[in-house]
């Protein structure tokens, strides 16, 4: 289906509680706010964000709402629902709303000046998931720490003594067991799992996979069996990371999704910082045994640590085997947490999605607001897109045009996260390291400072994830990712003998995952979580993690080869080069969509790709280039998106706050 496929479709005027989707193609913006016409979301041509409820007289939208909650058997609800119906369509004058209390006035004032002042149920559920992710870092770096062993074990080495090009791929093949299993089987069990079992549901599924594979890695006698669990152990990762970052993006408020959905991120790379630490104690402990658990008590690793204290041979399988403490809470705690509202909704359970909403949001005034606001978007939704089952929501991801560009956009924000080359530091850095002259125990030590950096570096972006926004972020740390990883390659030119070799190298790595961090790090699973329309939600983000962690099995299975083929030089310039190539993907094809709710952004991606491109190359790069290299102070820039009445945008809420 193209873009144009449903351009001429026409639906008659809309009588109560139907929405029009007739297409329109004015003549310019203003014309199109005059003429009070709704938007096509697969042909957005005049960029316009609408609210559904926007235009709707008063008399009626009460009515609606009336109607809505005797079908759905919430008639004890029905003022609450009409008031927050009310603020929905037009929420930037809710002070207008007679209606209202005033604890109610307050708690909307609050959204926007004290936006972090959210329910404990919410904060328990986006923290607990968002451990979870702790898995994947830690399991990426328990393998990193464990290939300087587990090769010498199982008779493949390579490196050192009997080091062999394939005992190369061998090493390559198992550290991407996770990756396989998670690309092939793991992401794509996401879809039918969520439709049966929920969110919740799925979370426990994957925790099970995560916790009993990592034991059967730590028991494996030979390679093979090896590469067996790691693959169990990506069917759990798979699952998990298609869901977790939708169901945090589901329960959080629009205003803060991006600050807690990329938490994903920093636990992600705590889990790699613990395993940083849990291999440093191994290799510490002959001349520091009492001091380690006391350097890092503090840190959830320390279980991880003792469990490796002095153990000799046998500290890479503990190493592996640690991986298994953050999935106890996603296990333990999963089913405390409401399930997600949207996903009730789905399901025809109205009732149960208010309940869910009353736990995540201050007041049931917000939670009703937000129910009947979901429930008008959700029949934009169907009227485009209509009903389907798995294998045609699959297809459907490059066929319907507001979709397709959701996947296209999704597509490039995690390839880019391959391409850019984290990955290939945080599954060989103590390789890298050591190649760069470093002793097992320094290669450890630098790898360890890696870890930190990267988790440290996370925090700024809970800030500025939602103020600079997603794009912004990417725009501006792929650039400097590039020059420091092409710094780091260069400084292996430097004779190992100085002292400035392996220094140089370290530094330029780390300063690599300091842009890394806040940037690229935390952008691709919280952007794919919201781009998606609800009816293709699960497909859509097992299509983009699947996207990701493939590419990584690649380049896990291909980076020890192309290490020795290229050298460190080459291969950090090779990577070098790719970061400018998303660079230019990223500029052209990934829209912004921060602040905006899961239902407005169907009309962010209604906007043609061909006219967003053309807005991008004809408006933003020479606005950028004037202000930027020319210095000037005159340039303007005409915004892509205009915003209809009713849509709440960050500023025009501040500005109508403030003047109460």
């Known amino acids: 289906m193209s873009d144009a496929s449903n351009e001429k479709t026409a639906i008659s005027q809309p009588t109560k509680g139907e929405i029009s989707h007739e297409e329109i193609e004015p003549k310019n913006i203003e014309d199109a706010k005059r003429s009070g016409s709704t938007v096509s979301i697969n042909r957005n041509v005049t960029a316009r964000i609408q609210n559904p409820l926007a235009g709707i007289p008063r008399d009626t939208l009460l009515r609606n709402v009336e109607d809505f909650a005797r079908e759905v058997s919430m008639v004890e609800h029905i003022p609450l629902l009409q008031r927050g119906a009310l603020v929905a369509q037009d929420p930037p004058s809710f002070e207008q709303v007679a209606e209202l209390e005033e604890h109610e006035r307050e708690a909307l004032r609050n959204e926007v000046l004290h936006k972090w002042r959210q329910p404990p149920a919410l904060y328990f559920t986006v923290i607990l998931c968002s451990i979870g992710a702790a898995v994947q870092g830690w399991d990426q770096t328990g393998s990193n720490g464990a290939n300087l062993s587990w090769p010498v074990a199982f008779g493949v080495p390579d490196a050192g003594p009997g080091a062999t090009d394939y005992n190369s791929w061998i090493v390559g093949i198992v550290n991407s067991g996770p990756y396989i299993g998670a690309s092939i089987l793991g992401c794509w069990c996401s879809d039918p799992l969520n439709s049966y079992i929920g969110r919740r549901g799925t979370i426990f599924f994957s925790a099970?996979?995560?916790?009993?594979?990592?034991?059967?890695?730590?028991?494996?006698?030979?390679?093979?069996?090896?590469?067996i669990t790691r693959i169990l152990l990506g069917i759990g990762m798979g699952a998990k990371a298609s869901t977790v970052p939708i169901y945090a993006a589901e329960n959080v408020p629009a205003v803060i999704r991006g600050g807690l959905v990329m938490s994903w991120q920093m636990w992600t790379a705590f889990g790699r910082l613990n395993c940083f630490l849990e291999a440093l104690s191994y290799c510490f402990m002959s001349v520091m045994a009492n001091l380690i658990p006391a350097a890092t008590g503090i840190w959830l690793?320390?279980?991880?640590?003792?469990?490796?204290?002095?153990?000799?041979?046998?500290?890479?399988?503990?190493?592996?085997?640690?991986?298994?403490?953050?999935?106890?809470?996603?296990?333990?705690?999963?089913?405390?947490?409401?399930?997600?509202?949207?996903?009730?909704?789905?399901?025809?359970?109205?009732?149960?999605?208010?309940?869910?909403?009353?736990?995540?949001?201050?007041?049931?005034?917000?939670?009703?607001?937000?129910?009947?606001?979901?429930?008008?978007?959700?029949?934009?939704?169907?009227?485009?897109?209509?009903?389907?089952?798995?294998?045609?929501?699959?297809?459907?991801?490059?066929?319907?045009?507001?979709?397709?560009?959701?996947?296209?956009?999704?597509?490039?924000?995690?390839?880019?996260?391959?391409?850019?080359?984290?990955?290939?530091?945080?599954?060989?850095?103590?390789?890298v390291f050591a190649a760069a002259g470093?002793?097992?125990?320094?290669?450890?030590?630098?790898?360890?400072?890696?870890?930190?950096?990267?988790?440290?570096?996370?925090?700024?972006?809970?800030?500025?994830?939602?103020?600079?926004?997603?794009?912004?972020?990417?725009?501006?740390?792929?650039?400097?990712?590039?020059?420091?990883?092409?710094?780091?390659?260069?400084?292996?030119?430097?004779?190992?003998?100085?002292?400035?070799?392996?220094?140089?190298?370290?530094?330029?790595?780390?300063?690599?995952?300091?842009?890394?961090?806040?940037g690229e790090g935390?952008?691709?699973?919280?952007?794919?979580?919201?781009?998606?329309?609800?009816?293709?939600?699960?497909?859509?983000?097992?299509?983009?993690?699947?996207?990701?962690?493939?590419?990584?099995?690649?380049?896990?299975?291909?980076?020890?080869?192309?290490?020795?083929?290229?050298?460190?030089?080459?291969?950090?310039?090779?990577?070098?080069?790719?970061?400018?190539?998303?660079?230019?993907?990223?500029?052209?094809?990934?829209?912004?969509?921060?602040?905006?709710?899961?239902?407005?952004?169907?009309?962010?991606?209604?906007?043609?790709?061909?006219?967003?491109?053309?807005?991008?190359?004809?408006?933003?790069?020479?606005?950028?280039?004037?202000?930027?290299?020319?210095?000037?102070?005159?340039?303007?820039l005409n915004p892509l998106y205009v915003f209809d009445q009713g849509i709440t945008d960050q500023r025009q809420m501040s500005v109508a706050i403030g003047k109460q």
């Open 522 to 636: 935390p952008v691709p699973f919280t952007y794919s979580a919201e781009v998606f329309p609800l009816s293709h939600r699960e497909v859509g983000m097992a299509w983009a993690v699947a996207t990701c962690l493939f590419w990584a099995a690649v380049l896990t299975i291909s980076f020890p080869a192309i290490l020795r083929a290229f050298t460190i030089v080459g291969a950090f310039g090779f990577y070098c080069g790719l970061n400018i190539v998303a660079l230019a993907m990223i500029f052209l094809w990934v829209p912004e969509t921060k602040q905006r709710t899961l239902e407005e952004l169907d009309y962010v991606f209604g906007v043609p790709t061909r006219k967003h491109m053309a807005y991008q190359t004809f408006e933003v790069l020479p606005y950028w280039f004037k202000t930027t290299v020319l210095r000037s102070k005159t340039a303007k």
């Open 208 to 227: 099970v996979f995560c916790f009993l594979s990592v034991f059967g890695s730590a028991v494996s006698q030979n390679w093979p069996q090896l590469f």
């Open 301 to 431: 690793g320390t279980c991880a640590n003792l469990a490796v204290y002095n153990v000799g041979a046998i500290a890479w399988r503990l190493q592996l085997a640690s991986a298994f403490i953050p999935a106890v809470p996603l296990l333990v705690g999963v089913y405390f947490c409401p399930e997600s509202p949207r996903w009730y909704i789905k399901k025809g359970r109205y009732a149960d999605a208010f309940r869910s909403l009353t736990r995540l949001r201050n007041t049931p005034l917000q939670a009703a607001r937000d129910l009947y606001y979901i429930h008008a978007q959700i029949l934009e939704e169907q009227d485009i897109i209509g009903t389907s089952n798995y294998v045609t929501r699959f297809f459907e991801l490059f066929t319907i045009p507001r979709v397709r560009r959701a996947t296209l956009a999704s597509f490039t924000v995690m390839i880019a996260q391959q391409m850019c080359g984290i990955n290939i530091i945080a599954f060989y850095s103590s390789t």
């Open 438 to 518: 470093a002793s097992n125990f320094g290669a450890l030590m630098a790898s360890f400072g890696f870890g930190l950096v990267n988790f440290v570096f996370a925090f700024p972006a809970i800030w500025t994830i939602d103020t600079w926004g997603r794009r912004s972020l990417l725009l501006f740390t792929f650039p400097n990712m590039a020059w420091t990883l092409l710094a780091a390659g260069l400084c292996n030119l430097i004779p190992t003998e100085s002292n400035a070799h392996l220094g140089l190298v370290a530094f330029f790595i780390y300063l690599f995952s300091a842009f890394y961090s806040p």
